[in-house]
């Protein structure tokens, strides 16, 4: 297996770098991957192969091995940003406003290597079932939508990767439990009673109101979380007033919230909740705290990361695949592990030496190419030996 599969992710290595190439120029956002379903299913369908639409805007396709067996699925994401691309690459996006800046344009190219591969190669038992997810970016899940079509039927086990730019190309990381945080969001609403800035005494100060909020918001962590548990929450947006001289009626303040236990999280969120209140009866304004619950964490099956660690030191060495610390970004891959054991992996995509520094969601984002190839090997040794 080892020469085969090496010579033939070699043999493809130029084209998944073009078809990522063509996905990064014309990027699509969550629910609107029109023509990259479109461009999925041409690839797959030319190949041999009867892909199927699911999900909406996902495609989900199976290769049979010479043998019987159980069936393994991969999933890759597909959807871009709502960020301006300012990148000089000749495969910037064309679509104003908005760009791969996460990686996803490459993980839809390394799937469609795996299945050009696998549709050659062959000798494995089982069944491998490819998923092009949709929406991974915003709500609605796109993995909740693929397992509600019935994509995790009969299905052992899943894995997934992300290209990551904290990581250096040519190593692969990983954990053997939780490694990517829960995401949720919340909006707050303050409601007062506006007027003339220079008659505040006839007022109910939504703006004043609500900095009070945000400044307690940031004392939940450091005085209602425990010092060895993990979480964040972060105001990222306050909006309120637009003139100088008026006392507005409303605030909204937006954040997120990043755990790796549900109890955890439970709490925070109602420690929110008592502090929202708290101050509108105290300021006289009415504010209202809504809550949106995001997927739950990334956390690995310890039997599943195993067979990577071990097939990423068949393509990098032992000593560039790495246990790496928990991240508290969010990803919705976790919805497929609350089925079925899952394993999640971080193929390295950075090289400051080639001025790939920037992070995820940066309108400068991008990868070192090379790093693909490691990500299609990774998939193909990993999904064999797991099948």
Known sequence: MDDKIGLLVKQYAEKVILLRRHFHKYPEVSGKEFNTQKKIMEELTVIGLQPRKAAGTGVVVEIEGTRPGKTVAIRADMDALKIQDEGTAEYHSVHDGVCHACGHDGHTAMLLGVAQILSEYKEFSGTARLLFQPTEEEPPSGAMSLIKEGALDGVASIIGVHLWQALAVGTIGSTYGPMMASPDEFI?????????????????????????IVLALNTVVSRNVDPMDSAVLSVCSFQSGNVYNVIPDTATIRGTIRTFKLELRQAILSRIEQIV???????????????????????????????????????????????????????????????????????????????????????????????????????????????
Do not use: W
């Open 277 to 387: 209140l708290g101050i509108g009866a105290a300021t006289g304004t009415t504010c209202v705290f809504k809550k949106g619950t995001g997927c739950p964490p990334v956390i690995n099956a310890p039997e599943i990361v195993k067979q990577g660690m071990l097939a990423g030191a068949e393509i990098v060495g032992a000593d560039k695949v790495l246990e790496i610390s928990p991240v508290m970004s969010g990803e919705d891959f976790s919805c497929y592990q609350e089925k079925i054991p899952g394993g999640f992996f971080f193929i390295g995509s950075g090289n400051p030496a080639k001025g790939i520094i920037y992070p995820q969601h940066h309108p400068k984002f991008d990868i070192d190419e090379a790093a693909l190839s490691y990500g299609t090997e990774f998939l193909l040794r990993t999904a064999l030996k797991l099948l």
């Open 188 to 212: 707050i609403t303050v409601q007062g009673r506006g007027g003339h800035g220079s008659m505040p005494h006839q007022t109910v100060d939504a703006l004043l109101a609500g900095t009070q």
